[in-house]
């Protein structure tokens, strides 16, 4: 298979939409940062997190990906087309319903929310935050229908060419208007993503004549989706939670610093997460027709995650000075410490994503519940513990471990499922080096810290910062085989 063919195919195609829309969101990140002030950000970063667990009360779209998967896999294509239509009409009118509750609670809580300084501006711009969180609510639905049908270019097109309209309308409105001017040209953007959405799916995909809405499917939307709200719950609550804690020990600016510092992660974690979306149709897909070909695809998607985040999450941190150098133009306490702790929680989380996939596109809810408990639950007690003992650090701490603890529990219930191990120690044990970038990004970052007095010009940083990155990527060209990447990236299609 030659590159040509690997940027076309499923896997290539998200991969590559991961990768530009995580510029794109970095690209905005830094002009607003220029354009308004942290506690503005922060208030934004925190009141989205708060809305969107508004979603926990959605069982018509949960699984719809799987499901639409699965009824191609027996041929039903009239039955696929309907399940979106019944997903997205029910939709429309529950994420009102979802909408309204949420922002009167914002509304109600405002005070304690955004402090008294911000609480008017936020209660004056909640009607366009409800419409917002509507629209792309709905958008969202179709994003799922296109990973179902197996038409992940339509997805990229549609969110790639949100992000740059947001980031061209939040340049453009947030310097005049703050924060209406942010969720102004969120509106904007999910405007656009759903308009798009509805033109290439019943368009070009929906089967003619197919039924708009079947009670038959709603019913089977809502078996799956009533049992998978304990699940969304608890995956929902995390990055409020996180926030929370983050506002509580650090105060609502370093909410913004963290949320920069996740953003980041994001950019090594979101490339290889991001296969997630057509694993799911892809082991459902394969489930229909034989258990053992999803066995070997989570197989095969266990050691590509393991191949390529080792080296992803070296290169980012790696870059981790220099970043902090364009972002604030100045050392930032508490970014380089808190990008660190974040690393190994979302590390843990990436390993087991594959084990994550495949209980979901087999529809095995139980230990999804259980790991999100492990991870949610763990993260309030533990991290209120370590904040009470040590401040930021340690609230970020007790995270990570409660994220590291419900990685393991997920992977052991995957294991379960497919009679063998996950084979990390496996391949770890056969191929030591595998390590070495980590290493190599440790070991430099050490030399940096113990010889910063030293770096007073910025022209001195900047060249040192660079040499660290060079020799990370060095090292990671090193040690990973592009070819056995891209061989095992083919496997995910179906």
């Known amino acids: 298979m030659n590159l040509r063919v690997h940027i076309a195919s499923p896997s290539g195609i998200v991969v590559i939409e991961t990768m530009l829309l995580a510029i794109i969101n970095f690209a905005t990140y830094s002009i607003l940062l220029r354009v308004t002030d942290m506690e503005m950000i922060g208030l934004w970063v925190l009141v989205s997190s708060l809305l969107a667990f508004s979603r926990i009360a959605d069982f018509w779209s949960h699984g719809l990906s799987s499901f639409v998967a699965e009824a191609l896999g027996r041929g039903d294509r009239p039955a696929a087309t309907g399940l979106v239509s019944t997903a997205s009409i029910t939709g429309a009118a529950g994420y009102f319903i979802l909408a309204s509750i949420g922002t009167a609670v914002v509304y109600l809580l405002a005070d304690s929310i955004a402090g008294v300084d911000h609480a008017a501006s936020l209660r004056g711009v909640l009607p366009l935050i409800a419409a917002t969180f509507w629209l792309t609510s709905l958008a969202g639905v179709y994003q799922l229908a296109f990973f179902g049908f197996g038409r992940p270019l339509l997805k990229a097109i549609q969110t790639l060419g949100g992000a740059l309209l947001f980031m061209l309308a939040a340049t453009l409105l947030t310097p005049e208007y703050g924060l209406a001017g942010i969720i102004l040209a969120q509106a904007l953007q999910s405007v656009a993503m759903l308009g798009f959405a509805l033109v290439a799916f019943h368009g070009f995909i929906a089967t003619k004549g197919s039924t708009l809405w079947q009670r038959g499917h709603l019913a089977s939307l809502v078996a799956f989706g009533s049992k998978a709200i304990p699940v969304g719950v608890f995956q929902l609550m995390i990055e409020p939670v996180l926030r929370l804690l983050v506002n509580y020990f650090g105060g609502l600016a370093t909410v913004a610093v963290v949320d920069l510092a996740s953003r980041l992660i994001a950019l090594a974690r979101g490339v290889i997460v991001s296969l997630g979306q057509i694993l799911v149709p892809a082991f459902a897909h394969?489930?229909?027709?034989?258990?053992?070909?999803?066995?070997?695809?989570?197989?095969?998607?266990?050691?590509?995650?393991?191949?390529?985040?080792?080296?992803?999450?070296?290169?980012?941190?790696?870059?981790?000075?220099?970043?902090?150098?364009?972002?604030?133009?100045?050392?930032?306490?508490?970014?380089?410490?808190?990008?660190?702790?974040?690393?190994?929680?979302?590390?843990?989380?990436?390993?087991?994503?594959?084990?994550?996939?495949?209980?979901?596109?087999?529809?095995?809810?139980?230990?999804?519940?259980?790991?999100?408990?492990?991870?949610?639950?763990?993260?309030?007690?533990?991290?209120?513990?370590?904040?009470?003992?040590?401040?930021?650090?340690?609230?970020?701490?007790?995270?990570?471990?409660?994220?590291?603890?419900?990685?393991?529990?997920?992977?052991?219930?995957?294991?379960?499922?497919?009679?063998?191990?996950?084979?990390?120690?496996?391949?770890?044990?056969?191929?030591?080096?595998?390590?070495?970038?980590?290493?190599?990004?440790?070991?430099?970052?050490?030399?940096?810290?113990?010889?910063?007095?030293?770096?007073?010009?910025?022209?001195?940083?900047?060249?040192?910062?660079?040499?660290?990155?060079?020799?990370?990527?060095?090292?990671?060209?090193?040690?990973?085989r592009i070819r056995d990447v891209l061989m095992l990236a083919g496997r995910i299609k179906y």
Not at 356 to 371: A, H, V
Not at 427 to 440: I, K, S, V
Not at 442 to 467: D, K, P, Q, T, W
């Open 286 to 480: 394969l489930t229909a027709k034989s258990v053992f070909s999803a066995g070997a695809l989570y197989r095969d998607t266990n050691q590509l995650f393991l191949i390529v985040s080792i080296p992803a999450f070296s290169l980012m941190l790696s870059a981790v000075p220099l970043l902090e150098e364009i972002l604030f133009g100045r050392p930032e306490g508490q970014f380089l410490p808190s990008i660190w702790i974040l690393s190994v929680a979302w590390f843990a989380n990436l390993v087991a994503s594959p084990a994550y996939f495949f209980m979901l596109g087999r529809r095995r809810l139980r230990p999804l519940f259980w790991s999100h408990v492990i991870m949610t639950v763990g993260a309030i007690i533990l991290g209120s513990l370590g904040g009470l003992l040590t401040g930021l650090y340690g609230a970020l701490v007790g995270v990570s471990v409660a994220f590291i603890a419900a990685a393991i529990y997920l992977i052991r219930q995957a294991e379960h499922v497919v009679g063998e191990p996950a084979g990390y120690r496996r391949f770890l044990h056969g191929r030591p080096q595998a390590l070495l970038p980590l290493l190599a990004t440790l070991l430099i970052a050490i030399a940096i810290n113990i010889n910063s007095e030293y770096l007073f010009s910025a022209s001195h940083r900047f060249v040192v910062y660079g040499l660290s990155i060079a020799a990370t990527l060095g090292t990671c060209l090193g040690v990973v």
